[in-house]
């Protein structure tokens, strides 16, 4: 039986998560020309190439560890990593090597961005994966690691030995007015001496012109996070004065205002919106990932996720004779885990005449929307 796909199509867009709202914001007279923005409110003039893959949502997220000797304020991370040493890729849990291989090949990364917790706290760690990346898919493979620490020379040179490509200082708030007589001036000096490409990434707070100023005169980039309200910082955020923009975003007010006012002093600067990171590099990633995973009858939407029929529950081989006696072709449906998954716009158009008989066994018919890998989060469920 041929299967038109049109009326099912029109009546999908209703699946569809909803789009990050965009917001005019405020650049404190920053001559905007000079600026490239995106449709997150992100701006930059220049970006690194670790920030250039990770707009690709070709960058894995590695978390090396929670335990962090720092207590800023701002920390945005949750309850199950905070304090605690886990290692996480992207979502999934790190348990060996060859976990991590696969997360990596399963978004087909093209780079790899170490973070924490304070990574440094586990150096020879942060060493065996950049060598272990770089081993299983060439030099290329882009990486770069965020410290808030100011690590030494020696360190350093272990980083570059190993080859890490990028590095972020994220020196804390109170070293912010000296920072030129501290030790990160040195860490970043190092840094360029040994080839590692270095910038300096904080939250844009109020005094972010200090560390711009710093960072051009230093000749290294800066990235300024905007500063977004979490389900573990928003306590501390209320307490120090910060405020939600509008009711549609998680982003702090002002904080935008504060990347304007710094980056008239810095010619390597680049402003990363909060609804960037689930608007644009979350939504690319699983693009990425849906695009190594979806089976031929699997809808890949916009957004990265996937969409597909299921029926459940009740009597199955009945479920599978009836769609084999109305010769449903093979690639379209699959038995998975007790179930039978199969194309959304498929069982759309058999609904009327297999439900009533499917359902007297008791099966249900579901259209299913979820994140494309293995037990990825749902996202929409339609009974049909
Ligand atoms: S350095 Fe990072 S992980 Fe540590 S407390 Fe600050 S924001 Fe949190």
């Known amino acids: 039986m041929k299967i038109e796909k049109t ?3 029109n009546q999908l867009k ?24 995106d449709e997150t409110g992100s701006f930059y003039n220049y970006l690194s190439e670790g920030c250039r893959l990770c707009q690709e949502g070709a960058k894995m997220v590695l978390f090396v560890t929670g335990l962090c000797p720092k207590s800023c304020f701002y920390c945005p991370l949750s309850d199950e990593r905070r304090g605690k040493d886990l290692v996480f890729a992207n ?13 990596a090949e399963l978004m087909n990364a093209l780079g790899t961005g170490i973070t924490g917790g304070e990574p440094l706290l586990k150096t020879e760690r942060v060493l065996h994966y950049i060598r272990t990346l770089k081993a299983s898919f060439g030099k290329e493979h882009h990486i770069h690691l965020y410290t808030s620490l100011a690590p030494d ?26 920072l030129k007589n501290s030790q990160y001036a040195d860490a970043l000096q190092n840094a360029k001496k040994l080839g590692i490409e270095a910038g300096i990434e904080i939250p844009a707070l109020e005094g972010a012109e200090k560390i711009a100023a710093f960072a051009e005169e230093m000749g290294v980039f800066l990235n300024l996070n905007e500063l977004e309200f979490s389900d573990n910082n928003s306590k501390a955020l209320l307490k120090n004065g910060f405020c939600l923009e509008s009711d549609t975003s998680n982003a702090a007010a002002g904080s935008c205002k504060s990347a304007g006012i710094a980056f008239t002093v810095c010619r390597k600067a680049h402003f990363c919106s909060s609804t960037y990171k ?11 990932i849906a695009k190594n995973t979806a089976r031929e009858f699997d809808e890949i939407t916009e957004d990265g996720t996937l969409v597909y029929g299921v029926i459940e529950g009740g009597d199955q081989e009945l479920a599978e004779k009836t769609l084999q006696n109305i010769e449903i072709p093979a690639e379209l449906f699959e038995i998975k885990d007790g179930k039978i998954e199969i194309a959304w716009w498929v069982l759309e158009e058999l609904k009327e005449n297999i439900k009533e008989e499917l359902e007297s066994s008791g099966s249900r018919l579901n259209i299913i929307e979820r994140y ?3 037990d990825g989060m749902l996202v929409e469920l339609i009974p049909l």
């Open 7 to 9: 009326s099912a199509e």
């Open 153 to 178: 020379r020696q360190t350093l040179e272990k980083l570059a030995d190993a080859g890490l490509d990028e590095i972020r200082l994220h020196p804390p708030q109170d070293c912010w007015k000296d």
């Open 372 to 374: 494309p890998f293995e």
């Open 14 to 37: 209703v699946y569809r998560p909803k789009k990050a709202l965009y917001i005019k914001k405020e650049y404190a007279g920053l001559d905007m020309e000079k600026f490239t923005e």
């Open 91 to 103: 979502e999934r849990s790190i348990k060996s090597d060859e976990d991590l291989l696969k997360e």
């Open 278 to 288: 689930d608007a644009v590099q979350l939504r690319k990633r699983l693009q990425r």
